[in-house]
């Protein structure tokens, strides 16, 4: 066999996979940082260079600002609550509950469904007058609230169908961790009167944390990556409240067609997103192999 | 196992965590069990709740003549087709190169396909929408597919699969004369076959629901998938008619959702196998 010595295969082997990752991934990644330093051809005027104007512009444009902040926001408020909901139905669902098999269907189905599909169905849910949540606060008496319109809940309405659909994906990395710990812990644990809470904290959620960072880093990246929801619920409205920095992007590059300031918009999303890769494989990788 | 039948931190609790358990588990069911009310009633039902109301299939009647829906599926199974085939080919080579060959460079390589899990394609829309332009694929199912056909994921999994074969087989073959393709399609491959499944699931249910690329790429009936079609569809034709909307939304979810319930546990455990690196 070739191991050692040159061989012309391995590169034949590699070469279509390598061509179309270097045309679809690496080449529009580097000219994505060219091309925010031009401006874009508008008609008769040729794009020219601009050094940092678009960088510039962005740092006085208030919607990128929000929609920066809204995405934080957006990642705050998804992932723990998904996490902790994830790690709860796994637990569930792990236990020998009465139903476990239509539980775990029941959680797991979300993740199956396009989220656009989730999107019109949860449209229908916050519609105002007739919708299911106006109903429901209705039966209770409570005023009517147009939730998608206003510009205080949009985000946390986002929120919920992002929470919906993703937690019950988690739960299956959880569920995959958990059978491999070992029942005679949960003996031990309850021989020596620990109750279920100690032994999920102390027992548990520690031999949990390798899945609870992988979970982690692909619920920060799904958060800047899934914009799907925005562009059917609410197109980034009202008054930018939902718009998410992809969504942005989007909105310049293929609305306003301003192709120069969507790249430089797209470095930032790029720069989030090498961030998010330095931690994982510097301190993330590195700690979690104790197990 | 004795030990696993009793519980060790007594009954109360888990007659509480059962009731719980299934709270949580109806409110996730809710919007579906509403959409799904919502599709099968007349449209003066659609917000009023009866155990008297009539069942219809009329609203999905309605929806399917509608709109291009038959092309729109035949869309959808081309383009999950074609990338589902370009994927596997693809990544079956570049995970063989790297599982058994060891040539100067691989580790830069390898680093270059890795890159893809953090910069996926999904982000970099203005730049590939002028590739498209460029290579005048605009608005055809290739270029929905395109970006997509090799699939780090792909190679990450399959190369760590093809590590674990053992080198005795693959050693065999070779003295017995086998080429390096024979090697790979008789040794390699089968041994890999949970991984192909797993890999297939994941990549058809995501492409089956990938919908902001191809929102941008494609602008024809001829070449949008279902989840394009369905927005169109939504946001455009219909106004507020929600009984025909949810009977657009589930019938295009149906196929997926189907094969789900058919195949749970492999999608379950597919979803666990290529999620755990």
């Known amino acids: 066999m070739n191991r050692t010595q040159f061989s012309i295969t391995p590169w034949l082997l590699l070469m279509p996979a390598m061509v179309l990752l270097v045309a679809f991934t690496h080449y529009p990644a580097v000219a994505t940082i060219w091309h925010s330093f031009f401006s874009t051809p508008k008609g008769a005027s040729p794009s020219v260079f601009v050094g940092l104007e678009n960088y510039a512009l962005m740092a006085d444009d208030p919607v990128f600002w929000r929609a920066l902040f809204n995405n934080l926001w957006f990642a705050l408020g998804t992932i723990p609550v998904s996490i902790a909901l994830a790690i709860m139905m796994a637990l569930w669902v792990n236990d020998k509950l009465l139903g476990r098999g239509l539980l775990r269907l029941a959680y797991f189905t979300p993740t199956v469904l396009p989220m656009i599909a989730v999107a019109n169905i949860w449209l229908f849910f916050y519609t105002p007058q007739y919708g299911l949540l106006e109903q429901l606060t209705n039966a209770l008496g409570l005023p009517s609230h147009n939730w998608l319109g206003n510009p205080d809940t949009v985000l946390g309405c986002m929120m919920v169908v992002a929470i919906w659909k993703e937690a019950g994906f988690f739960m299956i990395f959880y569920l995959a961790a958990l059978q491999q710990i070992s029942p005679v812990l949960a003996e031990a644990a309850g021989l020596e009167g620990a109750s279920r809470w100690q032994y999920f904290w102390k027992v548990q959620f520690p031999l949990l944390m390798p899945t609870t960072l992988f979970v982690l880093i692909n619920a920060l990246i799904n958060s800047f990556r899934l914009v799907d929801h925005i562009v059917v619920m609410t197109k980034g409205g009202p008054d930018n409240a939902s718009s998410l920095l992809l969504y942005y992007i989007y909105e310049v590059g293929f609305s306003f067609w301003d192709s120069s300031y969507a790249a430089a918009l797209t470095v930032v999303l790029l720069m989030m997103l090498a961030v998010i890769a330095f931690v994982k494989f510097r301190i993330l990788d590195r700690r979690t192999h104790y197990q | ?277």
């Open chain 2, 1 to 277: 196992m004795i030990a696993q039948a009793t519980n060790p931190f007594g009954e109360r609790n888990k007659i509480l965590e059962t009731v719980a358990a299934w709270v949580l588990g109806l409110l996730w069911l809710l919007p579906l069990i509403y959409a799904i009310w919502t599709a099968f009633h007349p449209a003066e039902f659609a917000t009023r709740f009866s155990l008297t109301a009539p069942l219809t299939l009329q609203n999905f009647v309605n929806a399917w003549n509608a709109a291009p829906f038959p092309r729109y599926f035949l869309n959808t199974f081309l383009l999950v087709t074609m990338i589902l085939i370009a994927q596997m080919v693809l990544a079956t080579m570049a995970a063989y190169a790297f599982s058994r060959y060891r040539f100067r460079g691989d580790n830069i390589m390898f680093m270059l396909v890795l890159m893809q899990l953090m910069v996926m394609p999904d982000i970099l829309i203005v730049e590939n929408y002028n590739t498209m332009n460029l290579l005048g694929l605009r608005d055809t199912i290739l270029s929905i597919g395109l970006p997509y056909f090799a699939s780090a994921f792909g190679i990450f999994l399959l190369r760590q699969t093809f590590k674990t074969v053992p080198r005795e087989l693959d050693e065999a073959a070779t003295v017995e004369g086998a080429s390096a393709m024979q090697v790979l399609w008789k040794v390699y491959v089968p041994l890999a076959k949970p991984i192909y499944l797993a890999f297939g699931l994941v990549s058809i249910s995501t492409h089956w629901n990938n919908f902001l690329w191809p929102l941008i790429v494609t602008n024809s009936v001829e070449s949008r998938p279902l989840t394009v079609g369905l927005q169109v569809f939504s946001s455009t034709d219909q106004g507020v008619d929600w009984s025909i909307i949810t009977s657009a939304t589930l019938m295009t979810s149906a196929p997926l959702l189907l094969a789900f319930l058919l195949f749970q546990r492999q999608f379950v455990q597919s979803f666990m196998r290529a999620g755990i690196r």
